[in-house]
């Protein structure tokens, strides 16, 4: 075992030279560490604020809260005539007034623009000496974020404690803190323990609305976030938190991004005593993935509807420098995913996304996507473990309704080998309704599973409907421990990776970005195959087998060659396994007839790639053969290369052997 270990970690290693560039960093902060736990999910307060926000064009204010209930109209009508007496015009200068922890902020209707926050870094905030990410922004320290509040931010909330920051009006949208896409987050809060932010939008960034970093307890209620190059609400490197009842859209990435939640359940298997946050009773739409999460470890989503994306929700362990990897213990709960087919890459094929952010019409529903992704799938796992999927309403895809593939250590900076199959194992997918609306509507996926292959543990409710593999391992029952996803997918999904919304660069060949039918790349690797594979058949027939069974075996094997082609299109279907049934048919009947024809150790050569493909077939359509540490198509392509070599050898013309002059002379004397 220790050997094919070693020799699958060169194969990826081998494999992580073709890493595309895109996959760096999706997201790059300072080294940060995790809580230490010992925090809590703060408490709304409901008495009165120590500091009020608000505009002083009455006459605007009245018209804002006309429509409110009479009790709230009143209520904020008292509290605009404090505010403009002893209030404050800004909402950073109410923060920057909070002296003790406890404090209440509330802001009322309006649209604000923090106009003192706007102008661009000067004098020593314009050379901080800080390292520059590759997306365009320096990794400031925490004490550089204090020294200069606003190079990155239009609302910096640094290091202050239970503070409780809340919209007066009807609806999120009554109070609006508007970047205007002059900043890159509208609102940091870091190193806020306690903090509560409830009741607005936060909108219009070159990267997200609300960032909470570094945070042990805190919760978003009730918020709206929009319109941003990178994440509606990102959280990272935070533990006890809640989002309860918010919504965002129009994001270039996630609406909802809970990255590097604390890692509290590392090393232990599906119980676990709590969550580090929890999201609930939200809506995430029109993004390119509704909920995302590097090393989103520990994350307990129910009761969300998660729609009209580019893909529903993912988790990964794709990109270095997050804490928590492998992403581990995420647990997905009656929530709703529906209809995430959107295709926003057209906006970077067509130079939409190439120009500033102000001018690409994210008001209008651009977007525009940052990293590749598969669309129109429901759940997407790309390396993590120990996850749960349960209860969920998943319908009306155009792919599958989950994808599950690994991701190599050395993608997030990590080479030591036996690190590099650490991801992909125990995640549980179980009493998911597919296919069908809450409503009983019928609205089906385009496939159950799309999965690579590797992974030990993972396991499927049986009625998942068709997948690729179309045998998948059932809950409760010995699954197969795989250290190598299969071959072809793991050259589409690295195919597919090289993808630059920078350089406008979207890979041919990948149907991420619409390729059909012989422009995928699966499907052209597998008509080149088998027109080597054909040819090499017509001509061991007609120089080998002339015998009505060699005719007979050669058509079975062409048959198989060309529902092969119609297998690599029509993955989500038992064509793949049928193609190799017959293709090892026609291995094991050649073999035969080449042995009897003399030629024994290429014919047995022969028949044992027959008995692969069959094995091959089997493991795809029938059950995943426990105990192999590598699927039988990774030997029997391996295989396949040195028979088709020895063929082609074997039926090569001989040059015919002619006499010396003198001696054809005298014979014909």
Excluded at 114 to 138: F, H, I, M, T, V
Aim: glycine residues 10%.
């Amino acid at each position: 075992m220790r050997p094919l270990r070693r020799a699958a970690t060169a194969v990826a290693l081998t494999l992580g030279l073709l890493l595309p560039a895109t996959a760096a960093l999706a997201h790059e902060e300072r080294p940060v560490t995790f809580p230490d736990g010992t925090g809590s999910v703060p408490q709304r307060r409901t008495s009165e604020p120590d500091l009020l926000v608000c505009k002083t064009d009455r006459a605007d204010f009245e018209k804002r809260i006309a429509g409110f209930p009479a009790d709230l109209r009143r209520r904020n009508l008292e509290l605009f005539e404090r505010c403009r007496e002893k209030g404050y015009r800004h909402l950073q200068e109410a923060v920057d007034r909070v002296d003790r922890a406890g404090m209440n902020i509330a802001i009322l209707p309006g649209v604000y623009l923090e106009e003192p926050s706007q102008p661009e870094p000067a004098g020593k905030c314009a050379n901080l000496d800080a390292r520059w990410s590759d997306w365009g922004y320096q990794i400031l320290s925490f004490e550089q974020q204090k020294q200069c509040p606003h190079n990155q931010n239009l609302v910096a909330v640094l290091g202050v404690e239970d503070l409780q920051i809340e919209g007066t009006g009807a609806g999120p949208l009554d109070v609006i803190i508007d970047a205007q896409y002059k900043k890159l987050n509208a609102i940091r809060a870091d190193m806020t323990d306690g903090i509560y932010f409830r009741n607005f939008t936060a909108q219009r960034t070159t990267f997200n609305s609300l960032y909470i970093l570094a945070t042990d307890g805190f919760v978003i209620d009730g918020m709206l976030t929009r319109w941003n190059d990178e994440y509606g609400f990102l959280t990272f490197a935070s533990d006890h938190g809640l989002y309860t009842d918010c919504e965002s859209y129009g994001n270039g990435d996630s609406g909802i991004y809970p990255g590097s939640a604390s890692d509290i359940n590392d090393g232990r298997g599906h119980d676990v005593p709590r969550y580090s946050i929890e999201i609930r009773r939200c809506k995430s739409h029109h993004n390119m993935v509704g909920y995302s999460g590097t090393a989103g470890d520990s994350v307990y989503a129910h009761d969300n509807e998660f729609y009209e994306n580019m893909g529903g929700a993912s988790m990964d362990s794709a990109f270095a420098g997050h804490p928590g990897l492998p992403q581990n213990h995420a647990k997905f709960e009656r929530n709703k995913i529906y209809d995430n087919n959107q295709d926003y890459y057209r906006h970077v094929a067509d130079g939409t996304c190439a120009k500033p952010p102000a001018e690409r019409g994210y008001e209008r529903g651009v977007v525009c996507p940052q990293i590749g992704m598969p669309p129109g799938t429901g759940i997407i796992t790309a390396g993590g473990n120990w996850n749960v999927f349960r209860d969920n309403w998943i319908w009306g895809h155009d792919k599958a309704a989950f994808n599950l593939l690994a991701v190599p250590a050395f993608i997030r900076g990590e080479e030591a080998w036996d690190k590099q199959f650490d991801t992909s194992h125990h995640n549980l997918y179980e009493g998911n309704r597919l296919g069908v609306s809450p409503t009983g509507e019928a609205r089906p996926n385009g496939a159950g599973v799309s999965w690579d292959g590797q992974g030990t543990g993972n396991c499927w409710q049986r009625d998942i409907g068709p997948s690729t593999p179309w045998a998948l391992p059932a809950c409760g029952s010995a699954g197969p421990s795989r250290v190598l996803s299969e071959p072809v997918k793991i050259a589409k999904n690295y195919l597919c990776n090289d993808y630059s919304i920078r350089d406008r660069r979207l890979p041919a060949g990948c149907d991420w970005y619409g390729s059909t039918g012989l422009a995928r790349v699966e499907v052209q690797l597998a008509l080149a195959t088998s027109l080597v594979l054909g040819l090499v058949a017509v001509l061991l027939r007609r120089r080998r087998l002339p015998s009505r069974a060699g005719l007979a075996v050669t058509l079975t094997g062409l048959a198989g060659l060309v529902l092969d082609v119609f297998g690599a299109a029509y993955e989500y279907t038992v064509l793949p396994a049928a193609a190799l049934a017959l293709m090892g048919a026609w291995w094991i009947g050649a073999g035969r007839l080449a042995g009897l024809a003399g030629r024994r150790v290429f014919g047995w050569f022969t028949v044992v790639l027959g008995v692969l493909a069959l094995a091959d077939a089997f493991d795809k359509a029938v059950m995943m053969i426990p105990l192999l540490p590598v699927g039988p198509g990774w030997i029997r392509g391996l295989l396949t290369g040195v028979w088709t070599l020895w063929a082609v050898v074997l039926l090569a013309p001989r040059p015919r052997r002619t006499a010396p002059a003198g001696v054809a002379q005298e014979a014909h004397a």
